[in-house]
């Protein structure tokens, strides 16, 4: 099945590599001049650098081309673009430690590495500066600016003309917008409205604004403008139903549009994410829960009678039923629901947690023989927190998108944890605010989203958190 193909601006993708590779040699050529009078260094520029430097420029190019740096078609704000950029920036500064790690090379040290990071970064934005100004400079714009026609006048095309107007930067010149107001298909009045612009202009391209009661006309109206050398794209009436994060593809030769697409859904990152949560899950497991146990447990008996860890069913990835494990922090005879059959959720000064299970909840720390779930397979480190049956059974009716949370395994910790989103969510409007967290983090997970929230949440473990009880 193939994917949407992106508009890539290979000008300034170009520009960008040549100064990937300027700031290398540079990089390299003032390293050794400052190891000179060390025998190991040679003058010049070593075979080993030439491949580590066609790395580099591979690593750029591909994680550029998966984040859409270059993607001309795309309107991306200033900040986005320069946080896009930072991003790509530290995938090289990753790269490059990763063999100052391994090689253990006198030449790739840390001294290169500033060298060359604030070369690249300087180059980098240096030609962003001097592309503006020529745009601005060149009294002719034909390579920067497309000339379009929008066929079609509705809701949707008022709110494109608006994002264009908004940013100039995109590359868009609208000539005009041509309204399909007449119901029958027989007159011509549109296309010879339509031959007009497209043989007295230079045309780049033609946007078709679809309206479904319209189809016939829009078909008639798209084959004609094929005879042109003019590119053709299709604002579809369903836009508003797609997200940013939509995908094309085909089945045979069936297209289908994935409404919100999220990298989760693809193999190779489910394998990623698994990865990660093993390799920590068990680093954790044997640095920290085995000495950490036997201390926890101790103190939960000396303080309540009972179980040490607490079992409970709970919902997990698409809603399959899941055994959880924790630390206990209540009574063992405590009522999980009241006396209308309802869930209690634990609230502020909640007279069934125990006097270590306020510092367990408090700092995180019951959450840990979660460990075993991540392990098992049923839990990840990272995802939307799973809720005991009760409480999910209580708000799929009346929160909206709740069991889309269940897309991705739940996770020890989560977005919405980390924005302040623990506890009760009995109040109005808590558990939907919570739920479109989840839903965020699904639809824009990341691996370094991962790890901020991870590191996230060690920060609030140190600071703790008002919502933690």
């Known amino acids: 099945m193939g994917k949407y193909k992106k508009n890539i ?149 008022k ?89 094309m593809s085909t089945f045979g030769n069936i297209p289908i549009i994935s409404i919100k697409d999220d990298l989760l859904d693809n193999v190779f990152w489910r394998f990623i994410k698994r990865s990660f949560d093993l390799l920590l899950s068990i680093l954790s497991f044997v640095f920290i829960f085995i000495w950490l146990y036997p201390i926890i447990a101790i103190l939960i008996k000396l303080t309540s009678k009972g179980p040490v860890f607490f079992k409970q069913e709970r919902w997990g990835r698409k809603n399959k039923k899941i055994i959880v494990y924790k630390f206990r922090t209540m009574k063992a005879n405590g009522s999980d629901t009241d006396s209308e059959g309802r869930y209690k959720q634990a609230k502020k000064d909640d007279s069934r947690i125990t006097r270590i299970g306020t510092f367990l909840r408090k700092s995180n720390l019951d959450e840990l023989p979660q460990l075993i779930n991540v392990i098992i397979g049923n839990m990840s480190i990272v995802g939307p927190r799973p809720h005991p049956t009760p409480l999910n059974i209580e708000s ?40 479109d967290y989840d839903i965020w983090y699904i639809e824009n997970w990341s691996f370094w989203l991962d790890t901020k929230i991870i590191l996230l949440t060690f920060w609030n473990m140190i600071k703790g958190d008002k919502n933690a009880y």
């Open 9 to 157: 601006n290979y000008k300034e993708l170009i520009v960008d590599l040549i100064s990937l590779a300027i700031s290398f040699i540079l990089a390299i050529l003032i390293t050794k001049n400052r190891l000179i009078n060390m025998p190991e260094i040679t003058a010049g520029i070593e075979p080993v650098e030439i491949i580590l430097l066609i790395i580099f420029l591979m690593v750029w190019f591909i994680y550029s081309n998966i984040t859409g740096l270059y993607d001309s078609f795309k309107i991306i704000d200033s900040f986005n673009k320069f946080n896009l950029l930072i991003k790509s920036i530290f995938i090289q500064v990753v790269v490059l430690t990763f063999f100052l790690f391994f090689l253990k090379s006198i030449l790739l040290s840390r001294f290169f590495l500033f060298i060359y990071t604030l070369l690249f970064f300087v180059l980098l934005n240096l030609n962003r500066i001097i592309l503006k100004f020529y745009k601005i400079l060149i009294g002719n714009k034909r390579d920067f600016i497309r000339k379009i026609i929008i066929v079609g006048k509705n809701e949707i095309t």
């Open 159 to 247: 709110e494109f003309c608006e994002i264009v107007k908004k940013n100039p930067a995109s590359g868009y010149e609208i000539i005009d917008t041509i309204e399909l107001s007449r119901k029958s298909v027989n007159e011509n009045d549109h296309i010879l409205q339509l031959k007009e612009y497209l043989e007295g202009k230079e045309i780049d391209e033609v946007i078709f604004s679809i309206e479904q009661r319209k189809y016939d006309l829009y078909d008639e109206l798209i084959t004609f403008s094929e005879n042109y050398p003019v590119r053709i794209k299709i604002i579809p009436e369903y836009s508003k139903l797609m997200s940013k994060k939509f995908t």
């Open 396 to 435: 799929k009716a009346i929160v909206k998108k709740y069991l889309k949370r269940h897309l991705v395994k739940p996770g020890i910790t989560g977005w919405a944890q980390v924005n302040g989103l623990r506890g009760e969510t009995g109040k109005e409007g808590l558990m939907q605010k919570r739920v």
